[in-house]
């Protein structure tokens, strides 16, 4: 599968508040790139399912979790720091959420990118620092370091990968209750929807004399779509449900 990324997060700590950074909290940001021992790998161009996601968000007086992956992907509570410094740690033995990759390139980089948050699936590479940069761009970046070293970078907007196009699709409305509406400035064969974990929960045969689809049975929470143009195209949006 050809994609664009997605990964999701939240967090606490034992001696702590339940505080997190505004700036980090119920924000989407989208992996660029990761970096073991001083060697940076981008995403793959055979994409993730849907690819990789990081995103926060936390319930009223409850741990926050952290919840990612790129085929593969994990759940587990976070615990932020006291003190002015930012950084997180990470529970050992995590919820483990089985993925469906099956191109080798895109499993090695899952392997790569679970190794930076956990020792063989176990053991947190603890304490996480995080940075958030803004340049004067229009994106904001976030590099998170591991206590190894090892960095992962995110950007706030959804970055193509090779063969995947973006921003040439719109729904609407959004957030949505029953219906999804489409327009794209290409012709689409096929749309598949993915909740937060990667799971593809919905996909069907796109109707250009109807375009738009039932969403009445999805659970209220943060969707994914990736449509599928008659000439290879991917195409990936966001929504919510309610």
């Known amino acids: 599968m050809k994609s664009i990324f997605t990964l999701v997060a939240c967090f606490m700590f034992t001696v702590v508040s339940l505080a997190q950074d505004p700036n980090l909290a119920g924000s989407s940001w989208f ?87 956990y020792q063989n699936e176990t053991t947190a590479k603890n304490p996480f620092v995080y940075e958030i940069i803004n340049n004067g761009t229009t994106n904001t970046k976030l590099e998170i370091t591991n206590g190894e070293g090892d960095k992962v970078l995110f950007d706030d907007n959804l970055l193509s990968t090779n063969n995947v196009t973006v921003n040439r699709i719109d729904i609407f409305p959004n957030p949505v209750k029953n219906h999804l509406n489409f327009t794209s400035t290409v012709l689409l064969k096929f749309v598949h929807i993915f909740d937060i974990h990667g799971r593809e929960v919905y996909t069907t045969r796109f109707q250009q004399n109807n375009p738009k689809i039932n969403t009445e049975t999805l659970k209220a929470g943060v969707y994914f779509i990736k449509a599928e143009s008659d000439t290879g195209e991917q195409l990936i949006a966001k929504f919510v449900k309610v």
């Open 31 to 117: 992996l660029e790139s990761i970096t073991i021992d001083g060697v940076e790998y981008s995403i793959p161009s055979t994409g993730g399912d849907p690819d990789l996601l990081f995103e926060i968000s936390e319930f009223f007086l409850s741990p926050p979790t952290l919840r990612t992956g790129f085929c593969n992907g994990f759940n587990q509570t976070v615990q932020y720091s006291s003190g002015s410094d930012l950084s997180f740690v990470l529970s050992n033995n995590p919820d483990i959420i089985s993925g469906s990759c099956t191109e080798p390139e895109s499993l090695t980089f899952d392997a790569q990118f679970l190794s930076i948050f």
